[in-house]
């Protein structure tokens, strides 16, 4: 007979921003122990340790040397300088950071046991996020090791799928272009909307019906309106509409004209 | 004792391209008499015809005389051409038009009773709509056309809104931003992660939270990602690995610029 006990890594978080706050929580609410909350920010690390119910530092030198893994959700520009510093604080444990582009070389030299752990989604604080539909997309320096870090992104998704350094560049900024970039076109579309006095809450079952669509069709084939029929009555309409905002006429003049070339070259 | 009768007004429609194609079928499954189709295109009217059960013509002179609206959703640019002929057959009814983008004032002059019922919706052949989400914007030249259109408008949809034509023409170009260009990054995301191998379905879930935030947040705040950081160092990683697609690369610099000015501009 034998004895299944439930697998819980303790985990310290190192950064206290979107991505940690909502990581660290859902491993927490999994059962997973969060020994310690890491930041430069005191505010941020003392928000998120007590939602946790953990210790918080903003010391390097002062950070738990006990924990399994160290999970690092930080800016990616500071952490060259930050990592060589974090794996002083436990030689035997396994290091990840979350960021999309960022290889998993980063670690190379600084220490024996690292890896990736990128979880494919965009995390504001003020929005919970259900990690069941989350993407992740794991990598570590050893087969144990990714197969460790496949049972830890279990505990909160049902998504985990092993990925290259090299795949992981081409899916973060796929997911630039799908995510930020959408959003970004639903702003100016609020822009437009509140501008002459009409509500962006109108504009909400559209936008669910495109993102909907492309469940069950390719973007390409899912493509409607003026660019995709080539209308350059309606277009040329548009863009003087848009005569005092150069920058959003030059942007829907470049998408139109790409619209154009992939709907030709569509098969 | 009064007999409430069902109201039900006899439809022909000009055209059978998507538009036409979805509002025929809902007028008709919401019990109004569909009396003609009218395509230049026999194939299209055809189809559409059939899949309704009424008669067909690709001749304008020979269009039903006894329908109580004619609803025109043909390419916008052959309106100027078409109308006048069209209401030569029947001076007594209503006649409406489907476009976003066009002025209520093309009918001017041409017939009595006319006026627009433009759906804020992306239509495809190949995908059912569920019209009770569809937002209609309404508009007639007297006060009873705009109520009877709100009448029939509300045969199949629960948000019915009036909108000037000045209005419209706002809408329509926020719904191309929305609409058509977001689903244009959703393209190019499975153009970046197919030329990688890499499967577009992973990026449903990111698509679809990315929808669902700005029913909770304004777009401008649920903004995440290396513009909305002004993360540099990974924007030029990004820039580098579209070094061979010199469009795209354009595009991600634009966007990128005018998500950091809307973010500095945020307050």
């Avoid at 109108?202 to 493509?223: C, F, G, N, Y």
Wanted: aromatic share 8%; proline share 3%.
């Amino acid at each position: 007979m034998t004895e299944h006990t439930a697998y819980n890594p303790s985990i310290v978080l190192i950064g206290a921003g979107n991505v940690a706050t909502h990581l660290g929580k859902a491993f927490h609410e999994a059962g997973c122990r969060i020994r310690m909350v890491y930041s430069r920010t005191k505010e941020s690390a003392r928000i998120l340790a007590e939602s946790i119910g953990c210790p918080y530092t903003t010391d390097i030198t002062s950070i738990d040397n006990e924990a399994d893994i160290y999970i690092v959700s930080l800016k990616d520009s500071v952490l060259d300088h930050i990592l060589p510093e974090l794996v002083k604080c436990n030689s035997k444990a396994l290091f990840v950071h979350t960021a999309g582009s960022v290889s998993i070389d980063i670690w190379k030299g600084l220490t024996h046991r690292y890896g990736v752990l990128y979880p494919m989604q965009t995390f504001s604080k003020q929005r919970d996020i259900n990690f069941d539909n989350v993407h992740f997309f794991i990598e570590a320096n050893t087969e144990e090791d990714t197969e460790l870090l496949i049972k830890t992104a279990s505990l909160i998704s049902r998504h985990i799928f092993k990925a290259s350094s090299e795949q992981r560049k081409y899916l973060h900024i796929s997911a630039v272009f799908a995510c930020n970039f959408a959003n970004h076109m639903y702003s100016i579309c609020e822009h437009l909307l509140t501008s002459h006095g009409l509500p962006f809450s109108a504009m909400l079952p559209l936008i669910d019906e495109t993102a909907e669509k492309v469940h069950h069709l390719s973007p390409v084939s899912a493509q409607t309106g003026p660019a995709q029929r080539d209308d350059h009555n309606i277009m040329n309409n548009h863009l003087s509409l848009l005569k005092d905002e150069p920058e959003i006429a030059e942007l829907y003049l470049r998408i139109s004209e790409n619209i154009h070339n992939y709907q030709r070259n569509k098969k």
